[in-house]
């Protein structure tokens, strides 16, 4: 039988659509692709799909292999039918003594037709014997209802008896039949001779084996769709967090990042709602850092900017008020260079390489500490303690935040007054000390004064409003991006310690 496969050649690229010429050709950059990106497949569709697609090939497999194993179940039974038809056959031949009278067979006629009257083969079977040569011979045959009347069909039951083989298939008008013979020889007659022939169609057989494939297919296309509406709502449970952290994230703007995702048990879903919820810490702490920077910059840079303003507007054709007015506006410009540096200085301690660690003798960055804050002011220096060893820290913004610490202490002492400096290191932590017996540090103060643009009070310093409150917020930046802390120990009238404490091996090997 010949069949057709009209099935679509798979492969062939289409042809290429004809392109427009050079004055119809228009080219188009970003928004098609923004609205081609509007139409992809969402995440649950495409859940639901490889669900269904892996299912499908299970099923498709499970389907073929089965169908497979079923065909040979098949061929092997009717192989074993066809077998035992002519062992039978060969057992009578052998005795060569028929089992009713217990005489001899007298010729090759009688031996089949005494075989052929004592078997009930199966509904699909059909048993001929032929006695004589297939070109002079005769056909025997059984007293049933056949599947195929194989022994009226002289044509087929010939070209059987005729083929070299003793085994094999031919198509009949009832379908495929597989088909044994023995030729059959008298023991003492040579010249008597005849043949046995078994066919089995096997068509049936294969129905059955269709059939229940074909159930088997109802069967996996039913569990298919329910398996697509198990997993639509699987899928949705599952992405349900995601479309929280979606929601969330489309609610955020730059004036409200107040946004959480309620976290619930510790999947994985959870741990990204951990995470998105980190990530808009860290935003919202960038943005009010931004936020400050810029009101800080706005406040502080608005008063030397007036004081100049004002003074270049009264400013008279004196050469003396002239040479005042540009001292004074050179001085409040440096104010600002300063209040600016301090700025971008914090700005910048939000960065990762803010700190640049590298490993450092502490012994000799303390002498190097006490030997720059000495040219600060006219005070009693002394060297209280040096720690021994070598910790990893920046060099220059240790030596930054402790000459800001000297100077804070210039600005809160006389000249003559005593100031200690001092360094130590134990237990994998390293501290940098500056203490002074100046005023000190009311208690109303010390949880602020390390805030951008705070001075608390004065305390009776005379350098004390001279500065724009920044030093102290630099000494904390450059202490957190260590990971340490800053400390303060005071006493109001007895003066005050400041000072930062580091872990001596963050960011490098111990």
């Known amino acids: 039988m010949t069949t057709t496969d009209r099935r679509p050649e798979v492969g062939v690229p289409p042809e290429p659509a004809p392109q427009a010429s050079g004055a119809d050709r228009t080219v188009v950059d970003g928004p098609p692709r923004v609205a081609a ?20 090939v299970v099923s498709l497999t499970v389907t073929v292999v089965t169908r497979n194993l079923l065909m040979q179940r098949v061929d092997v039974e009717v192989s074993a039918a066809l077998q035992q038809e002519i062992q039978e056959l060969e057992e009578v031949a052998r005795g060569g003594v028929d089992r009713a009278t217990q005489q001899p067979f007298q010729d090759v006629y009688e031996l089949l037709y005494n075989h052929l009257q004592r078997q009930f083969p199966d509904d699909d079977e059909v048993l001929v014997g032929w006695d004589g040569t297939p070109e002079t011979g005769s056909p025997l045959r059984q007293t049933r209802a056949e599947p195929f009347p194989l022994a009226d069909r002289l044509d087929v039951l010939r070209s059987v008896l005729v083929s070299p083989v003793n085994s094999g298939s031919i198509e009949t008008d009832a379908g ?16 008597d001779v005849g043949a046995f ?66 976290i619930h048990g510790k999947d994985d879903i959870a741990a990204l709602s951990e ?32 004081i100049v303003r004002g003074h270049l507007e009264l400013m008279g054709d004196d050469p003396a008020d002239r040479a005042a007015v540009v001292r004074l506006c050179t001085d409040e410009l440096d104010r600002m260079n300063r209040i600016v540096a301090d700025l971008l200085l914090l700005a910048k301690s939000e960065r990762p390489d803010f700190v640049r660690t590298a490993p450092v003798e502490i012994t000799e960055l303390t002498s190097d500490i006490y030997a720059k804050v000495r040219a600060i002011g006219e005070r009693d220096w002394r060297l209280e303690a040096i720690g021994e060893g070598v910790a990893h820290v920046d060099q220059q913004r240790v030596t930054q935040a402790m000459v800001q610490l000297a100077q804070n202490a210039v600005q809160h002492t006389r000249d003559g007054d005593e100031v200690l400096i001092g360094s130590s290191m134990m237990e994998g932590r390293i501290a940098f000390w500056v203490t002074d017996h100046g005023p000190g540090v009311p208690y109303a103060d010390q949880g602020k004064i390390f805030d951008r643009f705070s001075r608390g009070s004065t305390g009776g310093a005379p350098g004390h409003r001279t500065g724009a409150g920044l030093g102290l917020a630099i000494v904390s930046a450059i202490a957190e991006a260590h990971g340490g802390v800053v400390r303060l120990v005071s006493t109001p009238g007895e003066g005050a310690s400041f000072g930062i404490d580091l872990p001596a091996y963050r960011g490098g090997p111990r």
Request: glycine share 4%; proline share 5%.
């Open 37 to 56: 990106r509007r139409w992809l497949v969402p995440a649950r569709a495409r859940i639901m799909g490889w669900m269904l697609l892996l299912m499908a």
């Open 197 to 262: 022939v078994v066919g089995y169609f096997i068509d049936r057989d294969r129905a059955e084996v269709n059939q229940t494939m074909q159930t088997l297919i109802l069967v996996s296309l039913l569990g298919l769709l329910f398996a697509g509406i198990a997993a639509w709502v699987i899928a949705g449970q599952i992405l349900a967090p995601v479309r929280l952290v979606r929601r969330a994230a489309a609610e955020i703007t730059e004036h409200d990042l107040t946004q959480r995702i309620p």
């Open 275 to 306: 995470q998105f919820n980190a990530m808009l810490d860290r935003l919202e702490q960038a943005f009010a850092a931004q936020r400050q920077f810029v009101d800080d910059a706005s406040h502080e840079l608005r008063t030397p900017i007036t």
């Open 176 to 191: 495929e039949m597989r088909w044994v013979k023995v030729p059959i020889i008298h023991p003492t007659n040579p010249d």
